[in-house]
């Protein structure tokens, strides 16, 4: 028979720290989970918005185009990720058919929700022509700081057609 021996003081401070780890590994765990169920959320809400939504970042590359901007543009999330939004987003004026100012800039520049001009056209990676109207605003974090720019968009080629059909 062996009489029970104490615990080594290193032994407890070892078991102590595991214990410590798997707590944080628990915790990190349902963290994780949460954050993938915001993400599939945020994927979900994107998709069930009937109008077009790009973001992009302060330097006006691609964050996330969602499945109706993706049909505009010819576009797919992969293939615009990071790309500059004057490339997958290409707007010229209806009558005179000359770039207009980039959006993000804009934005920026007025610190605020902005109206997108009127008589735009959306060039698709095709060549598809729609005519939009829409609008962006920045995205702003818990401090205020602004970390990119939101642009929601709609597609108004047969509402154009139509009025024009009245005149």
């Known amino acids: 028979y062996q009489e029970p021996r104490s615990p080594n003081p290193y032994d407890l401070e070892l078991i102590e720290t595991a214990a410590h780890l ?3 590994v628990i915790e990190l ?3 994780e989970e949460a954050l993938a169920k915001e993400k599939e959320y945020l994927a ?3 998709r069930s918005i009937g109008d077009g939504v790009i973001t992009t970042d302060t330097e006006g590359r691609v964050a996330l ?3 109706v901007a993706e049909k505009f543009t010819g576009w ?3 293939e615009s990720q990071d790309k500059p939004l004057t490339e997958v987003f290409r707007l010229v004026h209806e ?3 000359q770039p207009v100012e980039n959006p993000v800039e804009s934005v920026l520049e007025i610190g605020g929700p902005t109206i997108l001009p009127s008589h735009l056209i959306l060039m698709a990676k095709d060549g ?3 005519v ?3 609008s962006g605003t920045p995205i702003r974090d818990k401090n205020g700081g602004v970390m990119g720019v939101v642009l929601v968009f709609r597609d108004i080629t047969e509402k154009r057609k139509i009025e024009e059909e009245r005149i």
């Open 22 to 24: 798997a707590g944080i």
């Open 29 to 31: 765990k349902r963290a």
């Open 44 to 46: 979900v809400t994107l």
């Open 65 to 67: 185009i969602n499945e």
């Open 76 to 78: 797919t999330q992969e």
């Open 95 to 97: 009558k005179t058919r």
């Open 128 to 130: 598809t022509e729609r």
């Open 132 to 134: 939009i109207a829409g």
